[in-house]
């Protein structure tokens, strides 16, 4: 379970990452094609997380841990929109990037649910 969800964002932020290459290069319907299947791992990523709180006796910092997650999805997806509007996305990066922070903090250091 916790395996699934593991590969489930990281998967995730590597189609982020391919996103931002496709974009840089021009490739507008490659980018279009993995920004569909980015979509897809968001909603797989959030189903293993509540798959894993339902799992769980769920403690405050696991919820807040859940909020965080969701905010680096929210930042993701804003970031890519933001680049394909033209638009800056800089208050975005910043929110990513202390999110990610943050929740990876959380998973692996703070919280026992790890390997």
């Known amino acids: 379970m916790i395996h699934a969800h593991i590969t489930t ?10 996103a931002l290459g496709l974009h840089k290069s021009g490739k507008a319907r490659g980018l ?7 979509r897809l791992f968001y909603l797989l990523t959030i189903g293993t997380g509540i798959w894993i709180l339902s ?5 405050m910092m696991y919820v807040i841990k859940s909020i965080v997650g969701i905010i680096v999805i929210a930042a993701i997806e804003m970031i890519i929109v933001g680049l394909v509007k033209g638009k ?17 903090y959380l998973g692996f250091i703070k919280l026992p649910l790890t390997f």
Request: charged share 5%.
């Open 32 to 38: 279009k094609v993995v920004q569909m299947i980015l």
């Open 9 to 18: 964002w990281a998967l995730t932020l590597i189609l982020f990452f391919v």
């Open 88 to 104: 800056s996305t800089a208050v975005y990066w910043i929110l990513f990037i202390i999110s990610l922070a943050l929740v990876l």
């Open 55 to 59: 799992s769980i006796n769920i403690d």
